[in-house]
């Protein structure tokens, strides 16, 4: 598997050098970002400059799938191809932002021919000068788009600043979904990968999973102010999950009113919508007064699909 990755990764760049699918640019040496750029790959001989576009239908999956929304820069990324002395590429380097507890977080990211996290740096924020720590950076390196860059899961954060480590965490993340989504192929579930997921029988198995991530979502609110920034994540990924297991409701006809399958599918899509933006807004804003709105007005659709569709009534108990 892990050959025709960089298999993958070297015919897409190599499709770069020979297609006009982007812009290409040979740049002057003066016009590129070179100490950055020779940081990340210090074995290159020399960068090709790419750029790119995001088109709205690509953005909307990326953000899903980030749990928040992009910057106006990320919708033009700039790509940098190393380019080693055998003129052969060896990665990519995208310069990426995102937001901090205390301002803008800056720095750049390199991915291997594998499609892996090889270094992330950070060049200017506001935070603790100890998020720059080259023990905490070098957690990401090796790391896939298989993996869910979580603090305080698979990423130990900095002492004492986990919302500034989680948004240094969003740096790797989105450079590799920024990646995937202009140029490269996701990798195939494996059958071992198949058999982890869970398929529901029916229903109200799909309603008991979706329980689940509810509860969750609910302890978060239910601990207010003394909530800390590992249950903001759990909320998060909850949120998440809980918009994967809408996509399962497709698979059965409602048990009630079956024959109005027009508003079924239109509750489905208002409903996986109101989470997705749900889980974007809660991750920039923890508990807020715009994400209990939020969280209230998934509760009332949910409600609305139970009375019309469901024999059984499932009671969510999510008075916010």
């Given amino acids: 598997m892990k050959l025709k990755a ?11 050098f020979t297609i006009p699918l982007f812009s290409v640019v040979w740049a002057d040496e003066t016009t590129l970002p070179s100490e950055k750029l020779a940081s990340i790959f210090p074995n290159a001989k020399t960068f090709v400059e790419k750029r790119a576009a995001l088109t709205p239908e690509k953005v909307a999956p990326i953000e899903e799938e980030l749990g928040a929304s992009l910057r106006p820069e990320d919708l033009k990324p700039t790509f940098y191809i190393a380019v080693n002395e055998n003129n052969k590429p060896i990665g990519l380097a995208l310069l990426v932002a995102v937001k901090g507890p205390n301002g803008v977080i800056s720095g750049g990211v390199g991915l291997d021919m594998a499609g892996k996290v090889v ?25 896939g788009i298989e993996h869910e860059f979580i603090v305080g899961e698979n990423i130990e954060p900095i002492d004492g600043e986990q919302a500034a480590s989680q ?42 999973m979706m329980k689940d991530e509810y509860d969750l979502i609910r302890a978060y609110f239910d601990k207010g102010t003394e909530s800390k920034e ?3 994540v759990a909320a998060v990924q909850a949120a998440k999950r809980l918009r994967k297991h809408t996509e399962f409701i497709d698979y059965f006809e ?33 508990i807020s007064e715009k994400t209990r709105k939020q969280w209230q007005g998934i509760i009332d659709l949910a409600d ?17």
Wanted: charged content about 30%; aromatic content about 10%; cysteine-free.
């Fill in 167 to 208: 948004a240094v965490a969003l740096m790797p993340k989105k450079t590799l979904a920024i990646s995937y989504a202009l140029f490269l192929k996701r990798p195939e579930k494996t059958e071992e990968d198949a058999s982890e997921m869970i398929e529901p029988e029916d229903l109200k198995e799909i309603m008991m």
């Fill in 230 to 232: 590992t249950d903001k």
């Fill in 119 to 143: 270094k992330v740096e950070i060049h200017k924020h506001s935070e603790a000068a100890s998020l720059a720590n080259d023990t905490f950076l070098k957690q990401f390196n090796g790391k």
């Fill in 304 to 320: 609305k699909a139970h009375l019309r569709f469901s024999v059984e009534e499932i009671d969510l108990d999510e008075d916010l």
């Fill in 6 to 16: 960089a298999a993958s990764w070297r015919l897409i760049l190599f499709a770069w």
């Fill in 254 to 286: 409602p048990p009630k009113n079956p024959n109005n399958t027009e508003e079924y599918a239109y509750l489905q899509q208002q409903f996986q919508k109101a989470i997705r933006e749900f889980a974007q807004t809660l991750d920039a804003e923890g």
